[in-house]
């Protein structure tokens, strides 16, 4: 086997134990790393994504421990193809966490990357005191909405969700964007609050936005903020509290009902979704879209919603009955997913869908013809498009090239935000139809960006979510 470990031995001096590397495995076929995928206690980030290569090769990142690495390194032994490589690219310091509160209580609006000369820079990622300051600003300089959310976190924090732009009247908001799910995926809720920032600035000051190379007019940004945007900007309070606290790249809520120490603390909020939730019962049992095990990455909770963070965002849905498109904002891929995440899709057999028992314990086995997820044509040919629109403006940015794809890659989720909006419509009779989105924004693993990708970050999913509001108008809010 032709492993690229030429430098493991500097770093092993220099690791804690249990240290998280970057790493990546690379096989000439994705089938090649569909065991390793199904192994619960292996980090893959948000979901497991294989992207190719220039020399028609296939590369699937992860975050292992030197055990795993090791364990890994000799279970593969005798398969010459697939090769572990370690991230040995020696990087800038990530961005530093805020320390103050730039937002002075609530009183100072953030001024977002859109409305400032090219060039500008943020200088830090906001701490958690300081979303809810930004937040508290733009409700207090521009009569945003504010929504108290039901659910308070097991450590004991409210929540709150902004509504702009259509009125008082909750059933005229189309849009909902939401960030801070996974606690380590830092700078998400900043480029959100900056957006609707910029937004808010420019529609007063009769201007238009500009991200790098990418400009919208006064105009759009008016039709944008017309559509009604909800925005939850910190899903996970108490997993980024402990994130910005430890270092630790932690993923998970911090609820420790199954478990109460180490990993076995805290739920993945992104697979506590009802949609398919009670995987064992619903997927072919040799896949692994979510872990019944408390200390995975992936531990799916107690029950379907079993968290204060799952309610409190699904309750918007609730609160404003009429959402139509969904952006859930996660990191580290540089990826647009849309629906559906547990299986293939397919468009021409109905009865195939995730609510018919038939098929239960037949799901997740991509590539086979035993199951695949329906989707009506039209809706599959509207989420497509919208998505492939969103990553060519993010691209035009100038900064970095992003790919749109299915959700479920080449391995399903389950109990994942997006999957659960699009469900909503055929699981709960009378539910608007929601078009469910994840934006994957910087490189793959790369959780803690650098300050320049921590900025470059902010003109890329901007220019995105114009692109995608945009877009999402043009197909129909209704
Ligand atoms: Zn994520």
Redesign the pocket.
């Known amino acids: 086997m032709k492993y690229t470990l030429g430098a493991a031995l500097i770093l092993q001096s220099s690791v804690a134990l249990g240290e998280l590397l970057h790493v990546h495995l690379k096989a000439p076929t994705t089938a090649h790393f569909r065991d390793i995928v199904r192994n619960d206690t292996y980090d893959f ?2 979901r497991p994504v294989a992207h190719s290569t220039d020399d028609g090769h296939f590369t699937l990142h992860a975050l292992l421990t030197e055990d795993q690495i090791s364990h890994l390194t000799k279970e593969y032994e005798s398969v010459d193809e697939i090769t572990i490589h370690r991230q040995m690219v020696k990087r800038a310091a990530t961005a530093p966490i805020g320390t103050g509160d730039r937002f002075k209580a609530g009183t100072v609006s953030p001024v977002g990357l859109g409305t400032q000369a090219s060039g500008t820079t943020i200088s830090s990622i906001m701490n958690v005191a300081e979303v809810n300051s930004a937040f508290n600003a733009l409700v207090k300089n521009y009569g945003v909405g504010s929504v108290t959310l039901p659910y308070k976190t097991f450590n004991g924090a409210t929540s709150y969700a902004g509504f702009v732009g259509a009125g008082t009247d909750k059933s005229a908001y189309r849009l909902y964007f939401s960030a801070g ?2 606690a380590r ?1 830092r700078g998400g809720p900043d480029q959100l609050l900056y957006w609707i920032s910029d937004l808010l600035a420019a529609d007063k000051a009769g201007t238009g936005l500009t991200y790098g190379k990418k400009t919208y007019t006064n105009t759009q940004v008016k039709s944008i903020l017309a559509a009604g945007i909800v925005f939850f900007p910190l899903v996970n309070p108490d997993g980024v509290t402990y994130d910005q606290s430890s270092g630790s790249l932690w993923r998970k809520n911090r609820n420790t009902k199954s478990g109460s120490s180490g990993s076995s603390i805290g739920v993945d909020i ?1 697979r506590n979704f009802d949609f398919l939730w009670n995987f064992r019962k619903y997927f072919d049992a040799s896949e692994s879209p979510a872990s019944t095990s408390p200390s995975s990455e992936t531990f799916y909770g107690t029950a379907a919603a079993s968290e204060a963070e799952t309610k409190n965002h699904v309750s918007i849905y609730d609160t404003f009955s009429k959402v139509r498109w969904f952006m859930d904002i ?2 580290a891929a540089g990826d647009i997913l849309y629906s559906w995440g547990d299986d293939d899709d397919q468009t021409t057999t109905p009865t195939q869908n995730f609510l018919n028992s038939a098929f239960d314990g037949k799901r997740g086995v991509t590539g086979d013809t035993v199951y695949k997820e329906y989707i009506p044509a039209a809706d599959f040919t509207n989420i497509k498009n919208v998505a492939a629109k969103t990553v060519a403006a993010m691209k035009a940015v100038g900064g970095r090239s992003y790919t749109a794809g299915q959700s479920v890659g080449l391995y399903p989720t389950s109990g994942a935000s997006d999957d659960y909006a699009f469900s909503r419509f055929w699981a709960k009779p009378g539910a608007n139809k929601v078009y469910g989105y994840t934006m994957e924004f910087g490189y793959s693993t790369n959780f803690y960006p650098t300050l320049s990708e921590f900025n470059q970050n902010i003109l890329d999913t901007n220019a995105g979510f114009m692109e995608w509001a945009l877009a999402a108008i043009a197909v129909g809010l209704d």
């Open positions: 980030g948000c799910v996974h995926e992104n996660h990191s």
